[in-house]
């Protein structure tokens, strides 16, 4: 029998991953924060599915962390902010053999769970996949996307992507997989803290054409001193191109703050102006904007970390 798969974060990309791995058949398990979640999650059934308007449930089994089956397979998919603790609850749980997929925004999360978990090998993922929740324990496929894997000490593609296949999730195994990191954390830094503080969609920023421009050609620099040269090449034309082609659509971090919701700005904006810092390197653009976003967070009640 096939290694199962641990989904831990029930939110949209983990719930979307459960549902498309259950349909295949592939064996897996859903684990939730706790004894009362565990009971609302079974009261609910399963997991349901909206693909092109057409819910479907699929009743994968839940568990807590507390549970004794050992993990060998695990998906982490909460929040960055989230991640390193949630994982040091399963720690006891992980085999010798064990591999974490680490499906998280930003950087610095990684490198957290890495740490806490030496004997697993922990495979960093970016993902263009898009998919929200509209209730308890559902989730709807709003885009098909894309999701890259890949670790940079071990460039060896394992033998479990065949899962992803069957299950019809687009990916493919990147040998730079932290040069895909960074280029989206660049874009997302250049986008998302200004789309807050201008309270408008992406497409809102095009009327702030300036202030982009230098956000991007400081981002560059941070990039080749961080050497990923290949994630600063011509950021700024991509920047540009996002903005136009989701120029309709709410960034990530403006949804979080218009629903009350923790951001993950210390593993994007916070991650950047943390590794200048350590590079010695003076970005005045990027650190004030890290300035007036905490100022903002604050002012609405909201962490800023």
Request: proline letters at 4%; charged letters at 20%.
């Amino acid at each position: 029998m096939s290694t199962p798969w641990h989904i831990l974060g029930a939110g949209s990309l983990g719930t979307l991953w459960a549902t498309r791995l259950a349909r295949a058949d592939v064996p897996v398990r859903l684990i939730v924060r706790d004894a009362t979640r565990l009971q609302a999650y079974q009261a609910a059934g399963g997991l349901t599915l909206v693909e092109h308007g057409e819910a479907q449930l699929y009743p994968v089994p839940g568990e807590t962390a507390d549970s004794d089956e050992p993990i060998r397979r695990l998906l982490v998919a909460c929040k960055a902010y989230d991640a390193e603790k949630a994982v040091a609850r399963l720690a006891h749980r992980l085999t010798s053999d064990a591999e974490l997929i680490l499906l998280q925004n930003g950087l610095g999360s990684q490198d957290a769970v890495a740490t806490q978990v030496p004997q697993a090998r922990c495979i960093f993922a970016s993902s263009t996949e898009g998919a929200f929740r509209d209730g308890d324990w559902r989730v709807v496929f709003a885009g098909h996307g894309y999701t890259w894997l890949g670790d940079a000490g071990h460039p060896v593609a394992p033998i479990w992507l065949e899962d992803l296949s069957a299950a019809g999730i687009p990916h493919e195994w990147s040998t730079d997989i932290l040069t895909r990191l960074w280029r989206k954390l660049a874009l997302n830094c250049a986008i998302n803290p200004l789309t807050v503080l201008h309270e408008c969609r992406n497409g809102g920023l095009q009327q702030h054409h300036c202030e982009v421009a230098t956000l991007c050609a400081e981002l560059t620099e941070l990039l080749e001193r961080c050497g990923q040269p290949a994630a600063a090449e011509n950021l700024r034309e991509e920047v540009e191109r996002v903005i136009q082609a989701t120029a309709a659509n709410f960034s990530s971090m403006y949804q979080d703050v218009a629903n009350q919701r923790r951001t993950e700005i210390s593993y994007l904006l916070g991650h950047a102006c943390k590794v200048a810092s350590r590079h010695q390197l003076n970005l005045p653009h990027l650190n004030q904007l890290q300035q007036r976003l905490i100022a903002h967070l604050r002012s609405l009640g909201l962490p800023s970390d």
